[in-house]
């Protein structure tokens, strides 16, 4: 039996997923909203406070940004591993495993006696919260009606920058008001209550098939799925924009709130971590994108995504507060619909382990984060903003370079152009 859609478990081949606008299909994206909510919400919680620790713990913008990387490496390792205990357990299970133990580590690491402890913390919460964007593409791929996938896709990424707001909206004015450790802690509950309505609302899988149940021989081992996910150049290229764009996103918002304290701006904390709202167009960006990619193709969309966010990130050299919180919608929308665009073409393009493609992809996207998120710091400390700011466009400017070379749609040809011009009654 050939299955209803491609890469689908053979013995669930008479299902085609969710249908658009399907009590299940809501159920499905309201459950992944929250698992993004409680995820990224705590995961970026504490940059909204970098400042903060730098200054109660007594380090540099650039070890305290480590904070934030110790947690995205924990990720980036932890990725692989949870495909696998997706492949066994099955994709709800092991997404609802690994929020509630991340849960349980974000209540507790901020109050970590030492800076040592608390990068060590971080990381092992970085670990498990590696479950959920592990998971969540590859589970929207096998219970979502193939042509509203990327659809699907966007409402999810929507639904970490929501996450990622949240948790640095709350972390901000608590902070302000108490310390950072209280700040901290507060988005933990809050993480806490999303992970408890994901599991609630979430439905059980019908597409997976769990390995034990699988047929003698259509089994792959881990070696050969990551094999065949790290030899096709499309994915390559579509693991680069994961690693260059988060890196470069993730540094913007490390050290901005350095720069907003300082001339000529010299914003109060609470102001500062307002400037975080921007990730509202993030959440707006990335559900468009994924309509917009359904009805025009990924390739044009991703493009004009890196275009948005490059932009944006060089307005942000401004001394007008305006203009740089312009820049900073900006390249916060153009992010967020490259990420939606390129995480959910991923799952598309993979024939085989879907699961282990999207670990690779986001492998790649918080080891960036981990990287950029503190190079970033070193550039600016040795050339101010500037330094930063030209790093950041530097990446995002051969995340472009990438698309145009590598992930040109392949029924794209040049004469069609031509084409299209000689039609035309003049």
Request: one cysteine or more.
């Amino acid at each position: 039996m050939t299955p209803a859609h491609p890469g689908r478990a053979a013995s669930s081949a008479s299902w085609n997923g969710h249908s658009h606008g399907s009590s299940d299909y809501r159920k499905l994206l309201a459950g992944l909203f929250f698992a993004g909510i409680a995820t990224f919400a705590q995961l970026y919680s504490p940059q909204a406070v970098l400042a903060q620790i730098a200054g109660d713990v007594g380090v540099s913008a650039a070890d305290a940004a480590l904070v934030i990387s110790a947690s995205t490496l924990g990720l980036a390792i932890g990725v692989i591993p949870w495909s696998l205990v997706a492949d066994r357990l099955g994709r709800v299970r092991a997404m609802s495993i690994a929020v509630i133990a991340a849960t349980v580590f974000g209540l507790l690491v901020p109050f970590a006696p030492t800076f040592s402890l608390l990068l060590t913390g971080r990381f092992v919460e970085g670990l498990m919260l590696g479950g959920v964007p592990a998971i969540a593409i590859a589970y929207l791929s096998e219970e979502i009606e193939p042509r509203h996938a990327a659809r699907a896709a966007g409402t999810y990424v929507a639904g970490t920058s929501i996450g990622g707001l949240l948790g640095r909206l709350v972390a901000g004015p608590v902070t302000e008001l108490t310390n950072w450790r209280v700040g901290v802690f507060t988005v933990g509950v809050l993480c806490a209550v999303s992970a408890v309505l994901f599991i609630s609302l979430i439905p059980a899988p019908r597409g997976f098939v769990p390995r034990r149940a699988r047929e003698r021989g259509t089994d792959l081992s881990l070696v050969r799925l990551l094999g065949a996910n790290l030899k096709s150049p499309r994915l390559l290229a579509l693991y680069a924009q994961g690693f260059l764009l988060m890196g470069g996103f993730v540094a913007l918002y490390n050290y901005l709130g350095f720069r907003l304290a300082h001339d000529p701006f010299n914003l109060p904390q609470a102001l500062i971590s307002l400037v975080f709202v921007a990730y509202l167009a993030g959440t707006w960006s990335s559900a468009q994108a994924g309509i917009l990619a359904a009805r025009f193709g990924r390739w044009s969309i991703l493009l004009g995504s890196l275009a948005c966010m490059t932009v944006g990130v060089l307005l942000t050299l401004s001394s007008v507060l305006v203009v740089v919180l312009l820049g900073l919608v900006l390249a916060t929308a153009g992010f967020f619909a490259a990420h939606a665009v390129a995480s959910g073409w991923t799952g598309a393009e993979a024939t085989v382990g879907r699961a282990q493609a999207s670990s690779l992809y986001n492998l790649s996207y918080y080891a960036g984060s981990s990287l950029f998120g503190w190079l970033g710091g070193v550039f600016f400390v040795q050339w101010g903003w500037g330094g930063t700011v030209g790093m950041v466009a530097g990446l995002a400017v051969l995340a472009a370079a990438l698309t145009v070379v590598a992930l040109r749609p392949r029924n794209l040809r040049p004469h069609r152009t031509d084409s299209w011009l000689r039609r035309l009654p003049f």
